[in-house]
């Protein structure tokens, strides 16, 4: 998976637009903008809002890929991926719910 990738699954969903948050990217959907996915600075990560549930999920399928985001973000379901190990059908789904998530 490549950052590119990774913005053009993001893209994919209905609705979702591409925003700048803390000077990096970010995906919004659903009428009030609430952010789904991110692209981390240097371009090597991104970020999906899960549930926990769903965080456990990828965590156990692919660790090498997906690992909590830091403190209570990751403890909310905020989940990291990591661009290069990770497998561009699990990043859809986990894309694919994190919009849904939002987007509600």
Not at 5 to 26: C, I, T, Y
Request: a positive charge; zero cysteines.
């Amino acid at each position: 998976m490549t950052e590119a990738q990774f913005r053009k699954l993001a893209l994919s969903f209905e609705g979702a637009v591409e925003h700048s948050h803390m000077n990096h990217p970010d995906f919004r959907a659903g009428e009030r903008g609430k952010i789904f996915a991110t692209i981390g600075p240097d371009g090597s990560w991104g970020a999906v809002k899960l549930t926990p549930d769903q965080q456990s999920q990828f965590l156990g399928a692919a660790p090498d890929a997906f690992k909590p985001a830091a403190g209570a973000w990751g403890k909310g379901g905020m989940t990291i991926v990591t661009f290069k190990p990770a497998k561009i059908a699990a990043v859809r789904i986990a894309l694919e719910q994190a919009w849904k998530n939002v987007a509600r």
